[in-house]
């Protein structure tokens, strides 16, 4: 370990590393011992010629460095068992009784440029760091032993890949999916491509409801299992109300509201697979009675059915709507118009809203902190003279966990507000 090239940081730019922040930017640098090759392995050192850790070095990346332990470390299989095996001991402690949900999350499991999806017997893999491609083979191989998956398949369709210096990938690169079999049972060492497969959907359990899922094409990788825990949640507003399920995709809020005693549930998405998928979905968990399903986008159903005539106004007839739309921003020079957008979907849900209903609803977005979010809502609420009563704050599931030191690893937040007047 030694002999390692060693990154050394300028004063001052180790405390947010020995801290627990696993990104080196170039910035930081203020020499190298030696050239490391892109994807290897280097030790960090500070000013003084301390060791504070060892990771991935990528000259191609802004993120110079990714720090995988503040320790000297040897990148083996059984590293990556080990941390995989106590990545699996948090899902399993805090829920226990989840068949599906992320095993790897990334900067927050200490693999940054990793994540790892569980969906029942099948894996899905997302690699965004040149460090951990190079290490694919070894982490598909501790994958097979600790979980004996049915498949895994590789969801590195991700743009962030170019910036690191590789192209996307999509397919199968172990086992067997829906007639398609992985071409061989391992990697070489250096690298493999997956097996293109078309969309094969499989069966996901999730709070005891059935949702297909298609795990090649499917949005993210495959479903939002970051919302699992508040399902179930936001449900319990859900009995005799009459439901709008906003951006629904696959059914998850809307399904989970139905089987809680909605008296029905409205939802809507923009894609017409999604809608199609969600309706099946209504089907195979016995709730179609009280299902319907719109594909149209949503800020042009709310122009629609929240607008009204001059000295006319809208008639609420929703008991509990839920916003759970897609980012509306990537970075923060959009911030300002994810911001109006933001408003704008809450202004007109909030004249749909009779007193009394529940309105809940979600940001996925990094760069809208809470408090931000919040505003934007209370803004939406004066405009339209609306008074709300806070009455359940969210975050994502546990299987996301948040490292406070790393902010990134926090993006998912959500409140229910209950109509006073």
């Given amino acids: 370990m030694e002999s390692l090239p060693t990154v050394i940081l300028k004063p001052g730019e180790a405390d947010r590393i020995v801290a627990g922040h696993p990104w080196i930017f170039h910035s930081s640098i203020m020499r190298m011992t030696a050239q490391a090759g892109d994807g290897e392995l280097v030790q960090v050192k500070d000013h003084r010629q301390r060791l504070i850790g060892t990771g991935f070095y990528n000259s191609r990346s802004k993120i110079n460095v990714r720090v995988i332990d503040q320790d000297r470390v040897e990148v083996d299989q059984k590293f990556f068992e080990e941390r995989i095996k106590a990545a699996l001991a948090v899902r399993q402690r805090h829920l226990p009784n989840a068949t599906s949900f992320r095993v790897v999350n990334a900067e927050s499991d200490f693999f940054s440029g990793l994540i790892v999806d569980k969906y029942e017997d099948v894996l899905a893999l997302q690699i965004s760091a040149l460090g951990m491609e190079k290490q694919k083979a070894r982490i598909v191989a501790a994958l097979q032993k600790i979980f004996s998956p049915r498949a895994i398949v590789e969801r590195s369709d991700v743009a962030s890949r170019k910036f690191e210096g590789m192209e996307e990938a999509n397919g199968l690169i172990a086992g067997e999916l829906g007639g398609a079999r992985a071409t061989t049972a391992r990697f070489s060492d250096v690298?493999?491509?997956?097996?293109?497969?078309?969309?094969?959907?499989i069966t996901v359990n999730l709070n005891s409801l059935k949702f297909e899922t298609d795990l090649i094409g499917g949005h993210k990788t495959g479903m939002y299992l970051d919302q699992q825990a508040n399902y179930q949640a936001?449900?319990?507003?859900?009995k005799d109300a009459q439901v709008l399920d906003c951006f629904s995709f696959l059914g998850g809020f809307g399904l989970h509201a139905a089987r809680a005693g909605a008296k029905h549930v409205h939802m809507l998405d923009q894609s017409a697979d999604a809608v199609a998928a969600s309706l099946r979905n209504a089907e195979a968990n016995g709730l179609k009675s009280n299902v319907t399903a719109e594909a149209i986008n949503v800020f042009d159903w709310f122009k629609a059915n929240a607008s009204a005539k001059p000295h006319e106004r809208v008639a609420p007839r929703f008991d509990l709507i839920v916003l759970d739309p897609p980012s509306f921003t990537r970075n923060r020079a959009s911030v300002p118009d994810a911001l109006r957008g933001?408003?704008?979907?809450?202004?007109?849900a909030l004249k749909l809203l009779r007193p009394g209903g529940t309105l809940a609803t979600f940001c996925c977005s990094h760069h809208v902190p809470a408090g931000l979010f919040q505003d934007t809502i209370l803004s939406a609420a004066f405009?339209?003279?609306?008074?709300?009563r806070?009455?359940?704050?969210y975050s994502q599931s546990p299987d996301h966990p948040i490292i406070p030191m790393i902010p990134e690893t926090e993006y998912l937040k959500g409140f229910a507000f209950e109509l006073v007047r």
């Fill in 234 to 238: 936001v449900a319990q507003f859900a």
């Fill in 383 to 388: 405009d339209t003279r609306k008074v709300l």
């Fill in 342 to 348: 933001y408003k704008e979907i809450h202004v007109r």
């Fill in 390 to 393: 806070r009455v359940a704050t």
């Fill in 191 to 201: 690298e493999a491509a997956p097996r293109e497969l078309r969309a094969t959907p």
